[in-house]
Nanobody, 115 residues
């Protein structure tokens, strides 16, 4: 399974960005898709996940500002980020859990929020 993430960049505080991550490969079935982030000098942390049934889970710090969604036909997960804050700055990693096989990680995309 290969993951291709895109959509990071530089934005001013209060702005918006949308990240996307497409999974490709042969004969796989995805369970959960999600996004994690790692700020400079900090550990990687969960941002949001979405299950195959559509259930979502968000970090408290992004609730009400970020929305995760997925297109199952395209094996793609999206993260709409609104009202961005400087503390949202970091490298965002796509995570996909494939049934039976396990988790895969994307290459990471940098999000920088200026104050």
């Amino acid at each position: 399974v290969q993951l291709q993430a895109s959509g990071g960049g530089l934005v001013q505080a209060g702005g918006s960005l949308q990240l996307s991550c497409a999974a490709s490969g042969n004969r796989f079935s995805i369970n959960t898709m999600g996004w994690y982030r790692q700020a400079p000098g900090k550990q990687r942390e969960l941002v949001a996940t979405i299950s195959s049934g559509g259930s979502t889970n968000y970090a408290d710090s992004v609730k009400g500002r970020f929305t995760i969604s997925r297109d199952m036909a395209k094996n793609t997960v999206y993260l709409q980020m609104n009202s961005l804050k400087p503390e949202d700055t970091g490298v965002y990693y796509c995570n996909v859990v494939v049934f039976v096989i396990g988790p895969y990680w994307g290459q990471g995309t940098l999000v920088t929020v200026s104050s």
